[in-house]
Structure formats: structure tokens, C-alpha cells
């Protein structure tokens, strides 16, 4: 009809079919085996900071390659990678519903590009035993969040330690006043 009468329009509308087709080839469709995970990523509980103490669940994984972590230390057992938004390295950590084998506590040394959220990689030494273990699901508690002094509260000590000194300090002296502002009655 309409197009078939005109070179310039058949051209105009195999183009836009050509685009339409190259854009929609790009769009990624979630699988719904993932909705729960991304909600549960999405939440404003899932991204803020755990609290030392907090059980959560997390998804292990592990990796085997590399020689030096985030923080600089050589790789070796017992260290694990993890968002620094959630766990900071230095954090410590208590891995459990892995097995007998993997269960234990580990430092968060290292961090990596696909670990986000949720997600723990747990380094082994044995890359066939890395691929053999796969991915899982885990319950996670903090022990203690990050190693900077400055992010932790102070303890009684150092609180009465800190009110010891300013008691020696004594009072804070008043400014001396100058002479010329000293009246005197003549």
C-alpha cells in the first residue's frame, strides 16, 4: 500500500526494523529464580552496615588464584573477600552451614569486582576443591566490623583513662585582662 509505492519508505522502514530489532536483541530479562535475591540486595536493611554480633545469610563462593589481597598480604587460608560496603576489610567473620570442612572464622582481606551484596568468597588453596564447592548459601556473623580504632567506641578504660587527665589539667585559667583596661578610681 503505502509502502509499497515508494523506494525511500521501504529503506526508512526496513531501518527502523533493523534498529528496533538490534535494541531489543541488547535488553537483559531477569530470570525469576533471581527476583528474591535482588529484592533482597534492594532493601535498605540489605545495604546498610551489620551490626558485631548479627547472623545473616549470605552466599559463599570460592576462589583459588592471586597471591596478594586488597589489603596486601599474601593469600592463604582463612581469608575471604567481601563488599567493603558491608564488611570493611579486617572484618571477622564465623562461616557456618558449609560443612565440617569450610565451617570456621575467617578475615576479610580481600574485596573483588563481583563480589557485591551479600556475596563472601571464601579462598582455598586447591583450585579443584574451589570448583568443586561452588556456590552456596551460608548463615554469616560478624564478629568484628573493620579493624579501624577510630570506628569502634571506646572502652571504660580509656573513657576513664581520658576523665582522669582532664581533671589533672584542672580548671581552664581565665585570660589575663590588659593593663590599660584596668579602671582605677583617682
Same mark, same amino acid.
Given at each position: %500500500? ?49 551490626? @558485631? ?84 548459601? %551460608? ?34 585559667? @581565665? ?5 590599660? @583596661?584596668? %579602671?582605677?578610681?583617682?
Amino acid at each position: %500500500m503505502i509502502l509499497s509505492r515508494s523506494a525511500g519508505r521501504k529503506v526508512f522502514a526496513t531501518a527502523v526494523a533493523v534498529l528496533g530489532f538490534a535494541f531489543l536483541f541488547e535488553v537483559t530479562v531477569f530470570d525469576s529464580r533471581h527476583v528474591p535475591a535482588l529484592a533482597e540486595l534492594t532493601t535498605p536493611a540489605a545495604a546498610a552496615r551489620p551490626e @558485631a554480633g548479627s547472623q545473616l545469610r549470605f552466599t559463599a563462593t570460592f576462589y583459588c588464584k592471586g597471591t596478594t589481597t586488597a589489603s596486601g598480604v599474601n593469600v592463604r587460608n582463612g581469608i575471604a573477600a567481601a563488599d567493603p560496603a558491608l564488611l570493611p576489610i579486617g572484618s571477622v567473620i564465623r562461616i557456618d552451614d558449609l560443612g565440617e570442612k569450610y565451617d570456621g572464622i575467617y578475615t576479610v582481606m580481600d574485596t573483588g569486582p563481583k563480589v557485591q551484596g551479600r556475596h563472601v568468597d571464601v579462598y582455598l588453596w586447591s583450585c579443584n576443591e574451589a570448583l568443586q564447592m561452588g556456590r552456596r548459601p %551460608m548463615k554469616l556473623t560478624v564478629l568484628r566490623l573493620g579493624w579501624n580504632p577510630q570506628a569502634s567506641k571506646p572502652h571504660l578504660v580509656d573513657r576513664l583513662f581520658r576523665a582522669r587527665e582532664q581533671k589533672r589539667a584542672g580548671p581552664a585559667q @581565665a585570660p589575663a585582662v590588659p593593663a590599660r @583596661a584596668v %579602671m582605677t578610681d583617682r
